[in-house]
């Protein structure tokens, strides 16, 4: 069996019970499922069983990180800081305090993969959004976010912390993301549309950068949401990152994509 052909098989085992992998980039576990189907270790019969054990594991995960990441939407001052790396240790340890093992994200990281990710933060700690206009600001938030997502993928990091560290980023500059405005579905598609990679654009923001716009306001203008609702998007997610690709291959502009164009079958 083929390395590429156990990447489908694990991805396959894990969508059909209940991960949403075809939305965001495979984690640490997942590649390493994959490696043990490719060496022959273990069969795909036995990563089902592993998968189904994960996903028990995981629904008690997603509820206490969506309880932490709401503690840090409560009070963002209490969470504030550089947006350095040390920062983003911070966001990350408080998400997870509540699962062994993932307080800590950088124990295994290469050095190329630390500095690139360190690159990302210094260029977000000092490109702050203190502009005037919504759109603009909306622009570097999401060309951050897909810097972020990018490298720290590289890293073994989490989408949830990321949301919560730009919202933090935005927030701390008088910005927020009001996500009750935003299509969630949408907004996992197009950060997935972000971090992959193309011909002609590396890390293509414009479309995340879409997706947030409606949800972008200034700071105490937004209403609170149920954390839990970020993770109820898998199907809606995969279908736009469909429907997304495609427009995106046929050269639509993302801004008229998300004003009418999401109907768009390939």
């Not at 938030?141 to 897909?146: D, P, V």
């Not at 590289?154 to 919202?167: L, M, S």
Request: proline share 3%.
């Amino acid at each position: 069996m083929t390395y590429a052909a156990s990447v489908a098989d694990v991805i396959a085992v894990n969508v059909a019970v209940g991960h949403c992998l075809a939305a965001t980039p495979l984690t640490a576990d997942d590649d390493r499922a994959v490696r043990r189907v490719a060496s022959g270790e273990s069969t795909v019969a036995d990563e089902v069983a592993r998968a189904a054990h994960d996903v028990h594991v995981h629904a008690g995960e997603r509820r206490t990180t969506a309880l932490r990441i709401a503690e840090i939407e409560r009070d963002p001052w209490a969470y504030a800081g550089p947006f350095d790396l040390g920062h983003l240790e911070r966001v990350q340890r408080h998400t997870f305090r509540d699962s062994a093992g993932r307080t800590t994200f950088l124990c295994e990281a290469d050095t190329s993969s630390l500095d690139m990710l360190r690159s990302v933060l210094d260029h977000m700690s000092h490109e702050r959004p203190a502009l005037p206009s919504s759109d603009a600001v909306c622009d570097l938030a999401a060309e951050h976010w897909a810097n972020l997502a990018y490298t720290s993928a590289a890293v073994g990091g989490d989408r949830r912390v990321e949301r919560a560290f730009v919202q933090l980023y935005l927030r701390q500059a008088g910005w927020d993301l009001d996500w009750s405005r935003v299509d969630l579905g949408e907004v996992a598609a197009a950060r997935r549309i972000a971090i992959s990679d193309d011909e002609d654009r590396y890390c293509d923001y414009r479309w995340l950068s879409a997706a947030l716009r409606p949800g972008m306001v200034r700071f105490g203008q937004a209403v609170a949401t149920d954390p839990l609702a970020f993770d109820d998007v898998c199907e809606r997610a995969i279908e736009g990152f469909r429907r997304m690709s495609a427009a995106k291959r046929r050269g639509i502009d993302p801004r008229a994509y998300f004003v009418g164009a999401n109907q768009i079958e390939p």
